[in-house]
């Protein structure tokens, strides 16, 4: 039963169009279990594409399940008159979801089907319903995000969203009475609570217009600071663009000078050679001289 179970999971991985052929191969081959293969439903594009998030982007696929699970704890206990930080399980919520939602889509692209919005809205509402007691990877048709009703399972655990219809017993008077109390108690309980729900959300808001003020005014800080920032590099920019133009200058006119210089020198060698050359040939001449004619005064 194991190997069928995990030849059933490969059928949800496969292609959306190759599907129908691969399930009936495997009824062929699974005599035990070839009616019910038979019967398996092949998904629409919607919940094929939710199967892929989890078979191939499992990280975005937990991240968004358990984003879900932590943001209806949070509701219900908002319900029970507790003070659990909503907006940010929410906030966590949506960022799941939005990741979710890009994964598929470039899940739809690589394997050639349509994103289209009528496909895409059903994969948010199916994404949006996550956890169910559906089976992960198993999806044939789109799902629909949770009610109210699933908030009221998390008050009250081991009960089922659809409940079946109760038949109360007749009441005597002294019972009615008595009912007719605790009903009166309750509402006065839920108006209490919807009162704390009303403060707590107005504090909220205020608190957030607050923070919008704090931080429009930061981002007015950020922006002016960003020009300044940015006329400062065009400043600088410009300055050093004009330092290494007279930097190239002076570099050439070093070098040309450092040529001029070696080219003098190398002349004043020869100049040097050539004087004492001649200095030598003097010499000589008139040691030449004054040996012919001694008594001659140079």
Avoid at 5 to 32: G, N, S
Avoid at 99 to 118: P, W
């Amino acid at each position: 039963m194991a190997q069928i179970d995990r030849e059933i999971d490969r059928l949800y991985q496969l292609p959306l169009r190759e599907f129908t052929a691969a399930r009936d191969e495997l009824a062929k081959r699974a005599e035990a279990n070839r009616g019910a293969i038979k019967r398996l439903q092949k998904p629409n594009a919607a919940a094929w594409a939710v199967n892929q998030l989890y078979w191939r982007e499992r990280d975005a696929y937990d991240a968004l399940v358990t984003a879900a699970q932590r943001l209806r704890a949070a509701q219900a206990d908002a319900l029970k008159g507790k003070q659990p930080d909503v907006p940010r399980a929410e906030s966590a919520h949506r960022a799941a979801l939005k990741m979710a939602t890009d994964r598929i889509r470039h899940l739809l692209a690589d394997s050639g089907e349509t994103a289209s919005s009528a496909v895409m809205n059903a994969v948010r509402d199916t994404l949006q319903a996550l956890p169910t007691s559906d089976a992960p990877g198993r999806l044939t048709r789109p799902l629909k995000p949770l009610g109210f009703e699933a908030l009221t399972d998390l008050l009250t655990p081991g009960t089922k969203s659809k409940r079946a219809a109760t038949v109360l017993p007749f009441k005597a008077k002294s019972e009615a009475r008595t009912g007719e109390g605790d009903a009166a108690a309750a509402t006065k309980r839920s108006d209490a609570a919807a009162k704390r729900e009303r403060d707590a959300a107005r504090r909220e808001a205020q608190a957030r217009a607050r923070e919008a003020a704090n931080v429009a005014a930061q981002l007015r800080d950020a922006r002016t600071a960003e020009r300044a920032a940015n006329t400062a590099l065009t400043r600088s920019r410009a300055a050093l663009t004009k330092a290494e133009r007279e930097h190239q200058q002076l570099t050439e006119r070093l070098e040309a000078s450092a040529g001029e210089v070696e080219r003098r020198t190398q002349e004043t060698r020869d100049r040097q050679r050539a004087a004492s050359d001649a200095w030598a040939a003097r010499e000589k001449l008139e040691a030449s001289l004054r040996a012919l004619r001694p008594d001659h005064i140079l």
